[in-house]
């Protein structure tokens, strides 16, 4: 069983930072992509940013030149920098990775999701 646990949400002012982390455990072989999305109250899940096994990224506008994506391959783990935050970027995090398990069976699963509170 594949598992990604999240942390490191909470609640900062605007102009402040904070970086969220998830780690993937369980049977695996090996992470294609990670993934982190948003998600507000009524609307759709939003991509943020993504990053490849091999280092390439992709940013929302919305993020960029803001937020940074990075993982640790060996340590199966992706994490969010977040800089310079506006209270539009509340929501509710959601860490994501397409995961090729132990069976060979390629996968994408979620984490729980962590709150992001940005105040004025």
């Known amino acids: 069983q594949v598992r990604l646990a999240e942390s490191g949400g909470g609640l900062v002012q605007a102009g402040g930072s904070l970086r969220l982390s998830c780690a993937a455990s369980g049977s695996i072989a090996s992470i294609i992509d990670m993934n982190w999305y948003r998600q507000t109250p009524g609307s759709q899940r939003d991509l943020v940013a993504s990053i490849t096994s091999g280092g390439s990224t992709n940013y929302a506008d919305s993020v960029k030149g803001r937020f940074t994506i990075s993982r640790d391959n060996a340590k199966n783990t992706v994490l969010l920098q977040m800089n310079s935050l506006k209270p539009e970027d509340t929501a509710v995090y959601y860490c994501?990775?397409?995961?090729?398990?132990?069976?060979?069976?390629?996968?994408?699963?979620w984490g729980q999701g962590t709150q992001v509170t940005v105040s004025s």
């Open positions: 994501n990775a397409g995961i090729l398990d132990s069976l060979r069976r390629l996968s994408s699963y």
